[in-house]
C-alpha cells in the first residue's frame, strides 16, 4: 500500500475507530510484569568491558606522556634576535605600500595594530613560535589589503 492510498483511506474513514478489542487490558499487564520483574541482568554485562577499556585507555594516554616527558626537549629552530629584524624590515615595506581606497583604512589600521601587539608579545615572549606564525598571516593580510588598495585605484 503506497502512502497515497494510506492517505486516501484515512480521509475516507471520517472520524475515529474504536478498536475491535480493549487493548488496555494487555497493556497494564505488561505494565504490571516489568514492575514485577527484578532489574535485568544484561545491563551489568556492559559495566566490566567499558571498565576494562576505560582503564587501558588511561594507562595508554599514562604512557604516551610520561614517554614525551622523559623525551629531550628540543631547541626552537628560530630565534626571536634573528626573526624580528627580518619581521621589522617587512613591517616597513608594508607600511611605504601605498593605500588609495578610503574603504580598506580601517582594516589597514586593525591589521597594524595586531602587528604591533604581536611583535610586542614576541619581544616579550621569544621562544613563542605561534607568535611568528601569527605575526606572518597578519603579514599576509596586510599585504593582501596593499593589493586590494592598488588595485582599486
Known sequence: MSEFEW????????G??????DLWAGIAAR????QAAPAAPHR?????????AASVLVA????????SLQRPQEEPAFSADTALPALQHADA????????DPR???????VDSATRQLQQSLQEQPDAVFLVGLLNRTYERRVK???LGLASS
Open 145 to 147: 589589503l596593499a593589493r
Open 16 to 21: 475515529p475507530v474504536q478498536p475491535q478489542r
Open 44 to 52: 551489568r554485562r556492559w559495566i566490566a568491558p567499558l571498565a576494562l
Open 31 to 34: 505494565i504490571e510484569a516489568e
Open 104 to 110: 580598506l583604512a580601517g582594516a589597514v589600521i586593525v
Open 7 to 14: 492517505r486516501k483511506g484515512m480521509r475516507e474513514l471520517g
Open 93 to 100: 615595506q608594508l607600511k611605504a605600500l601605498p593605500n588609495r
Open 60 to 67: 595508554a594516554a599514562a604512557f604516551v606522556h610520561m614517554m
